[in-house]
Nanobody
């Protein structure tokens, strides 16, 4: 059984900052990609940022220069530092990880429960 537990969402004013955290636990053999996705009301889910085990990162154009993804492989934890937040960043943010539960070469995608981020004055 694998779980991803997120924390750190909330209400913040435009221009403010928030830091999201996600930790994977359970029967984990190894983790490849960890990242963040978001879904705003009435919109499709979109990639925010991902980070591979080797450190390579990928960001949505809309968050480049404002958001930073970081990761501690030993702690199976990924963070998303969000600065200069805008109203259009309002969404439910989901953590996702590609995890192997045994020595096979099969990575399964796991999702967190989601955390609400609201940017409003």
């Amino acid at each position: 059984q694998v779980q991803l537990v997120e924390s750190g969402g909330g209400l913040v004013q435009p221009g403010g900052s928030l830091r999201l955290s996600c930790t994977a636990s359970g029967s984990i053999f190894s983790i490849n990609t960890m990242g963040w996705y978001r879904q705003a009301p009435g919109k499709e889910s979109e990639l925010v940022a991902t980070k591979l085990t080797d450190g390579n990162t990928n960001y949505a154009d809309s968050v480049k220069g404002r958001f930073t993804i970081s990761r501690d492989n030993a702690k199976n934890t990924v963070w998303l530092q969000m600065n200069s937040l805008k109203s259009e960043d309002t969404a439910v943010y989901y953590c996702r990880a590609a995890i192997r539960v045994d020595s096979s070469n099969y990575f399964q995608r796991y999702w967190g429960q989601g955390t609400q981020v609201t940017v409003s004055s």
